[in-house]
């Protein structure tokens, strides 16, 4: 896929995960990759912009030595949701209307 993905989709993605469930950072960014042309150092710009704007909060857990840190979505980024989830339906219905192809034609 050669499109850009604007910033506010990006973001609604992320949000849409962890609305879903909680998860580090890897794992998070591995789900987004395995269905959006997206890079690691695509994703943790977003999840710190996330962070900063109260859609999301952190929390780190012990693993194997490490510290995995853990994303949750926050009530302001359930209401981001919300937003970017109505946005995009009213765009995803503009741009079907005008690139529908006439098939009678």
């Known amino acids: 896929m ?3 993905i604007p910033t506010a ?8 995960i962890l609305n879903r469930e909680e998860m580090y950072g890897y794992v998070l960014t591995k789900t987004v990759q395995g269905n959006l042309p997206i890079s690691e150092s695509t994703m943790y710009p977003v999840l710190r912009r996330l962070k900063k704007n109260g859609a999301l909060e952190t929390y780190d857990v012990p693993y194997e030595g490490r510290m995995r840190r853990y994303y949750r979505i926050t009530q302001t980024g359930k209401d981001e ?3 970017i989830w109505s946005d995009w339906v009213v765009f995803r219905d503009v741009i079907n209307r005008l690139m529908e192809v006439n098939e009678d034609e």
Do not use: R
């Open 2 to 4: 050669d499109i850009q």
């Open 81 to 83: 949701l919300t937003k």
């Open 9 to 16: 989709l990006l973001d609604g993605t992320v949000l849409a």
